[in-house]
């Protein structure tokens, strides 16, 4: 049976750096604030805000929200985001996506400061993320991928990693930062010849495809780490993951559960971007 990879014990040792943080900028007089725009009031929006709010509330963050009805113009969306550029008192922004088809989505990523970009949506921070220069924030979901496997001691240099899905959110970031760790990386998709042999060789499997169960015990093998990113609704409405977990963690080394991991790492990693993004701004 594999060990599970916890979030909680991830966000333990996250949490009590951002407390550390969080006590530094207030000593400065600078309340750490998180701007969070939203329009409309879709499910699956109002549970992360949920679960955002409460960390940065238990960790001493505040947070601010600009809510827009789904029907709002390109304008006056660009009008909020400039307002919150020019607000000094708000650090950094979680912008809910995707937006609603009548928006032009890039213009309105690209009217995002970098310095607050705090999601890692912007062209900036994702040149940060595959150039390796330090600029703007890694996508929050791909650090907290990392962040588990460095919490766990599981080493990157010189292993097979196989990344299932490329999305610009997770995928493809996620396998730069692997590859950022001399890790070999795969990155798998739709058009992926003979997957299950593929995703068997690697050593640490990265499963962000938006597939309920998907990664089943045809492509895993003996020795390997997953990482289920996935967060889906099963046919009897429950939580579940890419990877078909009973299947799996009996051949496995080591499986994160969904929900229980990347999740809550993902929501303890937007808020020390928050903080972090405070500190850079102050020069702290
Ligand atoms: P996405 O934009 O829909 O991308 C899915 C990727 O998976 C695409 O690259 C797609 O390939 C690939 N894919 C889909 N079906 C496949 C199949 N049958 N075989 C191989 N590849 C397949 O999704 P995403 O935004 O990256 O999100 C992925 C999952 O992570 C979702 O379940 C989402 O809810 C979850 N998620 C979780 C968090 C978190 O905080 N835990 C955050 C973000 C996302 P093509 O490119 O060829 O279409």
Redesign the pocket.
Same mark, same amino acid.
């Given at each position: 049976m594999a060990r599970q990879l916890l979030g909680k014990e991830v966000t333990a040792v996250l949490n009590t750096k951002i407390k550390e943080n969080v006590a530094l900028v207030k000593a400065k007089g600078i309340s750490p604030t998180l701007g969070i725009v939203r329009l409309g009031e879709k499910k699956?929006d109002l549970s992360?805000e949920r679960g955002a709010i409460k960390c940065c509330e238990a960790l001493g963050v505040a947070c601010e929200k600009y809510l827009l009805p789904v029907d709002v113009t390109q304008e006056k969306l660009l009008k909020v985001i400039h307002q919150i550029n020019h607000n000094d008192k708000i650090h950094g922004v979680l912008i809910f996506r995707p937006l609603p088809k009548h928006l032009d989505e890039a213009a309105v990523i690209h009217a995002l400061a970098l310095e607050k970009d705090v999601d890692g949506i912007t062209n900036g921070s994702l040149v940060g993320v595959f150039t390796g220069i330090k600029q703007g924030f890694a996508?929050?979901?791909s650090q907290?991928c990392m962040e588990i496997l460095d919490h766990y001691g599981i080493h990157c240099m010189g292993k097979k990693a196989v990344v299932?899905? #490329?999305?610009? +959110? +997770?995928?493809k970031p996620v396998a730069m930062m692997l590859l950022e760790k001399n890790a070999t990386v795969t990155i798998?998709?739709? #058009?992926?010849e003979h997957?299950p042999s593929v995703v068997k060789e690697a050593d640490i499997v990265i499963?962000?495809?938006? #597939?309920?169960g998907?990664i089943d015990d045809r492509y895993v093998s003996p020795g390997q780490t997953v990482i289920d990113?996935?967060?889906?609704v099963n046919q009897k409405g429950k939580l579940c993951?890419?990877v078909a977990y009973e299947k799996v963690h009996s051949v496995v080394e080591a499986i994160t559960p969904?929900p229980g991991?990347?999740?809550i +790492?993902?929501?303890s990693v937007l808020v020390s971007h928050v903080v972090e993004a405070a500190m850079r701004q102050y020069s702290i």
């Open positions: 699956n992360y996508p929050c979901t907290a299932v899905g #490329r999305s610009l +959110v +997770v995928g798998c998709h739709t #058009r992926t997957m499963a962000a495809v938006g #597939r309920a998907l990113v996935g967060i889906n993951g890419d969904v991991a990347v999740g +790492v993902t929501t």
